[in-house]
Structures are given as structure tokens and as C-alpha cells.
């Protein structure tokens, strides 16, 4: 009865994703980071590595719970939900290897406001969201994240 | 609005808890328990510099509390190829050690399997070290190449004679881990090496415990996480060998852990194992002359996650030598 009743609730928890475009990696134009490779943006984002190939420290943000932005992130880039994308980055801050979770910038204005004075900071924005004064440096689409 | 948390104030918190409940067979008893109490702090104090302490309060069976000073570290990154630690850390045995040590919320069982136990359990490795480490990753595409090389303090006269506040000679541990992962198809294979010389004892105390240990580990260690999937291997050889002509006494330890996530729940599996020498008593772990005790156990359970930070995990376990014993224990475990 009780696994019954697990895996009812086991079935409600899959995420739903919208089907949209994807996302994109965004630096600011006067960044040091040209562009990254998504095993670079791979590894970044799990913690794997702190800096870009070419010796660059990255500080790395995020799009809040529950945002497309950060959703299609993890879905295109890692594979993984918002719940074990926490759990990974909590158990690697618990073993030493990173100082914290990736900071959560609220809207699209937010991006551009502080990639602007953080050179090394890497942001996410829509695929087709306004990037006046950003670079690319990496596009996640459905295609090319599977 | 950009978000002034983590670049005004670089320091984040956490705790990590659990309570469980058990009842086992042989000898026959029943309870709850709390676990142990882990707060654990970091902060990047520059951009290369940070510090890290976790203290872990636990309640032993007298009804006190101790709180134990686990970590003290200070970092320096030079770069992911190589940081340097000055402090209190885990040691770099295998994988488990410095994955999931305190906090029962990550660990997918419940408690740490025997061959990595604590000192303070009977545990035959020194999975904690005081002194120096540096470490790093060299990142190729989808491979990397990891290590860690460590000079501590080493064994006190005793298993359980941590020493974090100086030693007791000259002679310094010294530890060297290596590790390849393949990101795909997320592949880890590593090995170390650990050598220490553990000094003599007062004989009036420890009467078998009159000379100086050599002590070697040799370890091994295996994970691939492949999708949802999980399986961790890990192997110890551990020689001691009194200084003079006695024979070494050798013990054997391993474990297996396999696990596959699905959704919310994830199902696992345990094989652990300790074996001590039975030709040669190894007075190191028996410095009083006590008998030790071979073991081998496996385990089932299921951990399921309720939220993000909160798990419950049921799990039986069975011990396949004398004293045989059925275990059955439910534990609830937060991360916050």
C-alpha cells in the first residue's frame, strides 16, 4: 500500500518543460570569455570546473525556480531537473570544490545589468530575447542539447 | 533587480540532519535515534582564497552531547589544475570519503558503509587528516585527470587517537590520490596510497603496542554514473608492520553500492565487507589484544525524495557472519 502510494506520487513529479527555441549563454561585449564549448558549459555548470579553458574564472548565474530560462538550462545543458541540478551543487559545495550555488538574477534586465559590471559573469537569456551589448558565447537549441 | 546576496556577503550556511528509527534482531533491540548534527559554513574571502568549517554535534548513548570540530580549512585556488588546503580536512581515501563523509541527507544509505567508518566506529582507515593537501583537475574535453597529494599529521598510537592538535613524532603521513573520469560514459577509476609510521605506545597502557607501525594503504575505487544509474566500487588493502622482524597484519575492506534514480525514489543495493588478518593479530586495531571481528553485510533500501532537502530511506540489512543479524531501520534526513 505505502509503494503504491510512493509511486503515485513519484508519477506527479515529472517536470514539464515548454517547448520553446532554447536558451542562450550570454557574456558582456567587453568580457574576457569569447565563447565556450558545452563540454565547457557542462562542466561549469556541474561544478566540474571554475574556469573556462583559456584560465578565465567564471562566476556563474542562474534564472530563479521555476523560470523557462532556467528549466530548458538544465534540460538542454545537463539533462537533469531543477531538484538534482540542487542536490549536485549542494553536494559539491559540501565537499570543498565550489564556494556556492550560482547566483539567481530575477529578469532579462537583471542579466544585462550585471554581466555590465561583472565582466566574467555568464548569463542566460532567451534565444530570442533582446541582447544589446552581450555576446554569445554559447546557444543551447532542443537540437543541439540532445 | 540584481540580486546583492552572494557579492556583498560571500558566505553560505547549511545544515544537514536526520533521525531514525531501527530494530535489529541479534542482539535484539528497538528505537529511535538522532543522528548527527552537521552546520557547516563556506566563504570566498578573495577571489583564490576561501574557508570552510563544519561542526557536527552528536549525541551518544550516555544521553551526552559532543561536538566535534570536523573541518577547518583554508583554500588557495590557482587555477582547477591545482588548489592548496592547510587544515582539518577529509581524507582523500577513494570517492565516499570526501563525497559524502557527514550529513546523512547525501549519503544514498543509511550511515556510512563499514570499510570507510569513522575512528571513532571502529573504522580502519584515517578519514580524517590535519596538515596540508593539494589537489587539482587537468580538464580535456570530456576526460579529466584528478589528484590529491596530502602530508598530515598521520595516526596517533590508536585507532582512535585523532591527532588535530599536533603529533606524536616526527615522521609525517603522506597520501597520493589519482583519479580518470570520463564525462561520458561518466566513468571514474582512481587509486591511492597512504603511508604513515603510527608511534609506540606507553607499554604500561598498551602492553602489545611497544613498538612503531608501518602502515600501508592501498586503495582503489570505481563510479560510473550513467544516466539515472549509480554504481560505486571501493577496495582497501591495509598492511601494518610492527618495526623489527615481526610479520605485517593485513586487512581487506570493500564496498559496492548500486543505485538508480527514478523520479522521486531511488532504490539501492550494498555489499560491504571488512576482513581482518586471522593469522597474524593486527595490534594496531587491537592494541589491548581484543578479538576482531570479520564483517560482510549486504543491504536493500529506498530513498525517497519528499522535496529537494528532505528524504526518507527505508532499508533491511542483513550480516552474513557470526554474529548474524537482521536489521531493519527507516531514517529521515534533511538539507537546508
Same mark, same amino acid.
Not at chain 1, 532554447?22 to 566540474?48: C, F, W
Given at each position: 500500500?505505502?509503494?503504491?502510494?510512493?509511486?503515485?506520487?513519484?508519477?506527479?513529479?515529472?517536470? #514539464?518543460?515548454?517547448?520553446? #527555441?532554447?536558451?542562450?549563454?550570454?557574456?558582456?561585449?567587453?568580457?574576457?570569455?569569447?565563447?565556450?564549448?558545452?563540454?565547457?558549459?557542462?562542466?561549469?555548470?556541474?561544478?566540474?570546473?571554475?574556469?573556462? #579553458?583559456?584560465?578565465? #574564472?567564471?562566476?556563474?548565474?542562474?534564472?530563479?525556480?521555476?523560470?523557462?530560462?532556467?528549466?530548458?538550462?538544465?534540460?538542454?545543458?545537463?539533462?537533469?531537473?531543477?531538484?538534482?541540478?540542487?542536490?549536485?551543487?549542494?553536494?559539491?559545495?559540501?565537499?570543498?570544490?565550489?564556494?556556492?550555488?550560482?547566483?539567481?538574477?530575477?529578469?532579462?534586465?537583471?542579466?544585462?545589468?550585471?554581466?555590465?559590471?561583472?565582466?566574467?559573469?555568464?548569463?542566460?537569456?532567451?534565444?530570442?530575447?533582446?541582447?544589446?551589448?552581450?555576446?554569445?558565447?554559447?546557444?543551447?537549441?532542443?537540437?543541439?542539447?540532445? | 533587480?540584481?540580486?546583492?546576496?552572494?557579492?556583498?556577503?560571500?558566505?553560505?550556511?547549511?545544515?544537514?540532519?536526520?533521525?531514525?528509527?531501527?530494530?535489529?534482531?541479534?542482539?535484539?533491540?528497538?528505537?529511535?535515534?538522532?543522528?548527527?548534527?552537521?552546520?557547516?559554513?563556506?566563504?570566498?574571502?578573495?577571489?583564490?582564497?576561501?574557508?570552510?568549517?563544519?561542526?557536527?554535534?552528536?549525541?551518544?548513548?550516555?544521553?551526552?552531547?559532543?561536538?566535534?570540530?570536523?573541518?577547518?580549512?583554508?583554500?588557495?585556488?590557482?587555477?582547477? +589544475?591545482?588548489?592548496?588546503?592547510?587544515?582539518?580536512?577529509?581524507?582523500?581515501?577513494?570517492?565516499? /570519503?570526501?563525497?559524502?563523509?557527514?550529513?546523512? +541527507?547525501?549519503?544514498?544509505?543509511?550511515?556510512?558503509?563499514?570499510?570507510?567508518?569513522?575512528?571513532?566506529?571502529?573504522?580502519?582507515?584515517?578519514?580524517?587528516?590535519?596538515?596540508?593537501?593539494?589537489?587539482?583537475?587537468?580538464?580535456?574535453?570530456?576526460?579529466? =585527470?584528478?589528484?590529491?597529494?596530502?602530508?598530515?599529521?598521520?595516526?596517533?598510537?590508536?585507532?582512535?587517537?585523532?591527532?588535530?592538535?599536533?603529533?606524536?613524532? =616526527?615522521?609525517?603521513?603522506?597520501?597520493?590520490?589519482?583519479?580518470?573520469?570520463?564525462?561520458?560514459?561518466?566513468?571514474?577509476?582512481?587509486?591511492?596510497?597512504?603511508?604513515?609510521?603510527?608511534?609506540?605506545?606507553?607499554?604500561?597502557?598498551?602492553?602489545?603496542?611497544?613498538?612503531?607501525?608501518?602502515?600501508?594503504?592501498?586503495?582503489?575505487?570505481?563510479? +560510473?554514473?550513467?544516466?539515472?544509474?549509480?554504481? =560505486?566500487?571501493?577496495?582497501?588493502?591495509?598492511?601494518?608492520?610492527?618495526?623489527?622482524?615481526?610479520?605485517?597484519?593485513?586487512?581487506?575492506?570493500?564496498?559496492?553500492?548500486?543505485?538508480?534514480?527514478? *523520479?522521486?525514489?531511488?532504490?539501492?543495493?550494498?555489499?560491504?565487507?571488512?576482513?581482518?588478518?586471522? /593469522?597474524?593479530?593486527?595490534?594496531?586495531?587491537?592494541?589491548?589484544?581484543?578479538?576482531?571481528?570479520?564483517?560482510?553485510?549486504?543491504?536493500?533500501?529506498?530513498?525517497? +525524495?519528499?522535496?529537494?532537502?528532505?528524504?526518507?530511506?527505508?532499508?533491511?540489512?542483513?550480516?552474513?557472519?557470526?554474529? *548474524?543479524? /537482521?536489521?531493519? *531501520?527507516?531514517?529521515?534526513?534533511?538539507?537546508?
Amino acid at each position: 500500500m505505502l509503494l503504491v502510494a510512493l509511486f503515485a506520487v513519484a508519477g506527479t513529479a515529472r517536470a #514539464a518543460y515548454p517547448g520553446a #527555441a532554447g536558451v542562450v549563454l550570454v557574456v558582456d561585449n567587453k568580457s574576457p570569455i569569447q565563447s565556450l564549448t558545452l563540454n565547457e558549459a557542462r562542466q561549469l555548470y556541474s561544478a566540474e570546473r571554475t574556469r573556462t #579553458a583559456s584560465g578565465v #574564472a567564471v562566476l556563474l548565474t542562474l534564472r530563479p525556480a521555476g523560470s523557462s530560462e532556467k528549466n530548458d538550462c538544465l534540460r538542454l545543458l545537463l539533462g537533469m531537473e531543477e531538484g538534482v541540478f540542487k542536490r549536485q551543487w549542494l553536494a559539491k559545495i559540501y565537499q570543498g570544490e565550489v564556494a556556492s550555488m550560482p547566483l539567481i538574477l530575477t529578469s532579462d534586465e537583471s542579466v544585462r545589468r550585471f554581466l555590465a559590471k561583472t565582466p566574467t559573469a555568464i548569463g542566460i537569456l532567451r534565444s530570442d530575447a533582446p541582447r544589446d551589448n552581450l555576446r554569445v558565447v554559447l546557444a543551447l537549441t532542443n537540437e543541439k542539447g540532445k | 533587480m540584481v540580486s546583492p546576496a552572494t557579492t556583498d556577503f560571500p558566505i553560505t550556511f547549511h545544515l544537514f540532519g536526520d533521525v531514525a528509527a531501527g530494530y535489529q534482531d541479534a542482539p535484539r533491540s528497538l528505537g529511535f535515534a538522532l543522528g548527527q548534527l552537521d552546520f557547516f559554513a563556506q566563504a570566498k574571502l578573495t577571489d583564490s582564497f576561501r574557508a570552510l568549517v563544519e561542526v557536527v554535534a552528536e549525541f551518544g548513548s550516555d544521553g551526552t552531547t559532543v561536538i566535534d570540530l570536523e573541518r577547518v580549512q583554508l583554500t588557495y585556488q590557482f587555477g582547477d +589544475w591545482l588548489s592548496v588546503t592547510l587544515g582539518r580536512t577529509h581524507a582523500p581515501f577513494g570517492y565516499y /570519503n570526501t563525497t559524502f563523509h557527514h550529513g546523512a +541527507w547525501l549519503e544514498t544509505q543509511i550511515g556510512r558503509p563499514r570499510p570507510v567508518a569513522f575512528e571513532d566506529a571502529g573504522g580502519i582507515l584515517p578519514v580524517h587528516q590535519t596538515g596540508i593537501e593539494a589537489f587539482g583537475r587537468i580538464n580535456w574535453s570530456e576526460l579529466s =585527470l584528478g589528484y590529491h597529494l596530502g602530508v598530515g599529521n598521520g595516526r596517533g598510537v590508536i585507532n582512535d587517537d585523532v591527532l588535530a592538535f599536533g603529533d606524536r613524532d =616526527l615522521f609525517k603521513s603522506l597520501h597520493a590520490l589519482l583519479y580518470l573520469k570520463a564525462d561520458r560514459p561518466g566513468l571514474r577509476l582512481g587509486g591511492d596510497v597512504y603511508y604513515d609510521r603510527a608511534p609506540a605506545a606507553d607499554s604500561a597502557v598498551y602492553p602489545l603496542r611497544d613498538r612503531v607501525i608501518e602502515e600501508w594503504i592501498i586503495g582503489a575505487h570505481l563510479v +560510473w554514473q550513467y544516466a539515472d544509474f549509480e554504481l =560505486l566500487g571501493e577496495y582497501y588493502h591495509v598492511r601494518h608492520t610492527p618495526v623489527g622482524d615481526a610479520a605485517p597484519s593485513v586487512t581487506h575492506a570493500y564496498m559496492a553500492i548500486a543505485s538508480y534514480q527514478w *523520479r522521486m525514489l531511488r532504490p539501492y543495493v550494498v555489499l560491504e565487507g571488512v576482513h581482518f588478518d586471522t /593469522n597474524v593479530p593486527d595490534v594496531f586495531f587491537a592494541p589491548e589484544g581484543e578479538t576482531l571481528e570479520s564483517q560482510l553485510s549486504g543491504r536493500v533500501g529506498l530513498k525517497v +525524495w519528499f522535496a529537494d532537502m528532505l528524504c526518507l530511506k527505508a532499508e533491511y540489512a542483513h550480516s552474513f557472519l557470526a554474529p *548474524r543479524s /537482521n536489521t531493519v *531501520r527507516l531514517q529521515v534526513a534533511f538539507g537546508l
